[in-house]
């Protein structure tokens, strides 16, 4: 079993494209090589494949970097299932996973939701779903500075909060005051329960 990201841009054409397009491929590039693993595709669209492990922590690194930039959202449908075709181009394998995060993301574009996954089981939508709609609250209203700090603890997580002071040039006590403000705790054990939640398909 694997897990699909599809997802696109949201605002993407109010940005120079080269800046948030370079961040997405230098983090996308960590996790596995271009086209196989991942693409970008249409402009502002893009695939990657990963671990059911590693999905939501992937996900809100995502998220996390394009909120980094001033107006800039993503939208991302987290497919999980087999893959029955693998192709040198992500974008032409195939599988439950990759079908139901393709559709998915036709599904979030007219629902107005960022995010949602699909499973072979209902109940498990149902219940990541919820969680999702509540911490996208969250999420979604990141501000630029949140996003960067939030960014860094996903992406290295031996990092403490006096490298992150060090690194932004800004008080421990401010760095403490958003990782709180940002719920960090919360995501972190939302990141468990998912993960758990997935195994148990």
């Not at 059911?52 to 449908?77: C, M, P, Q």
């Not at 040198?88 to 996954?117: C, M, P, Q, W």
């Not at 005051?177 to 919360?186: S, T, V, W």
Request: proline letters at 0%.
């Amino acid at each position: 079993m694997i897990a699909v990201l599809t997802g696109d841009i949201i605002n993407s054409q109010q940005t120079e494209t080269e800046i948030w397009i370079t961040q997405l491929k230098n983090l996308l590039e960590k996790w596995g090589s271009t086209p196989e693993t991942w693409e970008i595709y249409r402009g502002d669209e893009f695939q990657l494949k990963c671990s059911i492990d590693d999905v939501f922590w992937r996900f809100l690194a995502i998220k996390s970097i394009i909120k980094s930039n001033e107006n800039l959202d993503v939208r991302i449908a987290i497919g999980i299932g087999d893959e029955n075709f693998s192709s040198e181009k992500i974008t032409e394998s195939n599988g439950t996973a990759y079908v139901n995060s393709g559709r998915l993301l036709n599904d979030l574009k007219s629902d107005g939701h960022t995010v949602s996954v699909k499973t072979a089981n209902n109940s498990v939508d149902r219940d990541l779903n919820i969680l999702l709609k509540w911490s996208s609250k969250d999420f979604d209203s990141w501000s630029v500075a949140t996003s960067e700090i939030i960014h860094e603890m996903i992406m290295n997580e031996d990092t403490t909060q006096e490298d992150l002071a060090k690194k932004f040039s800004i008080s421990q006590s401010s760095i403490s005051q958003r990782l709180k403000r940002a719920n960090y705790e919360l995501i972190v054990e939302t990141n468990q329960y998912f993960k758990k939640k997935i195994s148990e398909l």
